[in-house]
């Protein structure tokens, strides 16, 4: 079946990295996804990655794909407090036009 | 640009009551979504219009929830009658279109149901 795991919590230092990780189990995503959730706000597209990639860059954000483990990463530089948020990964199935989220990361920051 | 508009923002009800819950998504998006976010879970998906017409309706427990979007633009999801268990936030999306592009979905704020 389609599923998409994360861990629930990371929480780094301000200025740091932040690597958050998510592992999928349909070998036939044709997309895979990067979701922000701030508080009380809807899910913001914050990257994406075409499964024939292996890693796309956009500014502070790194996104590592292992096709082959079924593992995605996203990395943010310098982590910032506005960065405090829920990350979400999702995969697009090659089949439709439908989308699985993962449960979710909650990002926290220390100063 | 406007972004998708959902409302209420939050609604309280008692159990057995039945409850709708509006969507407009941004002007020439001809997919519309309807998820169910569960506290601590990601989107799970209820529905999907492609214009008018229901494409996928596989996750939508047709027993107590119905949706329609007559003239494919705005949406409407019901249900009747709520239980405890539906307390949760319903998120509404929509994209441009196509299978075939990485179909960026833009989210409404969502609609918080308290079922009491």
């Known amino acids: 079946g389609e599923d998409v795991e994360q861990s629930l919590f990371l929480s780094v230092r301000e200025g740091d990295s932040s690597v958050i990780n998510c592992t999928y189990t349909d070998s036939s995503s044709t997309y895979l996804y990067w979701y922000k959730q701030e508080p009380g706000a809807g899910l913001q597209l914050l990257t994406y990655?075409?499964?024939?990639?292996d890693m796309k860059q956009d500014q502070r954000l790194t996104v590592l794909l292992n096709k082959k483990d079924k593992h995605l990463s996203l990395r943010i530089a310098d982590t910032q407090t506005g960065d405090s948020a829920i990350y979400f990964c999702a995969e697009k199935i090659r089949s439709a036009s439908k989308i699985i989220f993962g449960s979710g990361t909650r990002l926290s920051i220390r100063p | 640009e406007a972004g998708v508009v959902q409302s209420p923002r939050y609604k309280i009800i008692e159990k057995k009551q039945p409850v709708a819950f509006w969507c407009n998504p941004i002007s020439g998006h001809n997919t519309l979504y309807w998820y169910l976010q569960n506290l601590g879970q990601g989107p799970e998906l209820l529905i999907r219009y492609e214009n008018e017409e229901a494409v996928d309706d596989s996750q939508l427990p047709k027993d107590r929830f119905s949706a329609e979007r007559l003239k494919g633009v705005d949406s409407t999801l019901k249900i009747q009658p709520a239980e405890l268990g539906d307390s949760a936030v319903y998120l509404c999306a929509s994209s441009s279109s196509g299978t075939g592009s990485y179909n960026e979905q833009f989210f409404g704020p969502g609609t918080r149901l308290t079922v009491l």
């Open positions: 990655i075409f499964s024939n990639m």
